[in-house]
């Protein structure tokens, strides 16, 4: 893969927004897979208990690597806005902004990592397209 450039500030500032979403996806997968009262409540809400906590767990730690990864960051950053905006939607849909009394913590949570992979995406643009180009020729 050819070597594409950024400037060492938007590298820097796309590395924090890396570490920042991967921190975050990769704290909530204790309690996506030692099925914390929270994580069931959720998933039961929306009618996909066990087996979307667990899909969707293992989802965020794929995105969660992949954002710590060189060269695969955009990736991750692909993979953590889909799996954020699905939930983000279900937030504002079935599960409201708040959670088990969490005061909107896991909706705010979500929207920092829907902003941050964003970023990551605009910052890394010229990877994401380089890629693509390959991929499709």
């Known amino acids: 893969m050819e070597d594409i450039q950024i400037s060492r500030s ?6 924090l927004f890396q570490i920042l979403s991967a921190i ?3 704290q909530t997968l204790y309690f996506k897979f030692s099925g914390s009262p929270e994580s069931v409540q ?3 809400t929306v009618g996909m208990e066990p087996w979307g906590r667990f899909a969707s767990g293992i989802v965020e730690f794929i995105a ?3 954002l710590l990864v060189p060269g695969l960051s955009w990736l991750g950053a692909l993979l953590g806005l889909s799996i954020i ?7 504002i849909t079935v599960l409201g902004f708040e959670v088990m009394g969490d005061g909107g913590a896991l909706f705010y949570l979500a929207t920092t ?3 941050s992979c964003c970023a990551i995406l ?3 643009r010229a990877e994401l397209s ?3 180009k390959k991929w499709l020729s």
């Open 122 to 124: 605009w910052i890394r």
């Open 24 to 26: 975050i996806l990769l």
């Open 113 to 115: 990592v829907f902003i």
């Open 64 to 66: 969660g690597l992949l």
């Open 130 to 132: 380089t890629s693509v």
């Open 10 to 15: 938007a590298g820097f500032i796309s590395w």
């Open 85 to 91: 905006t699905v939930a983000l939607l279900l937030h």
């Open 42 to 44: 959720i998933f039961e």
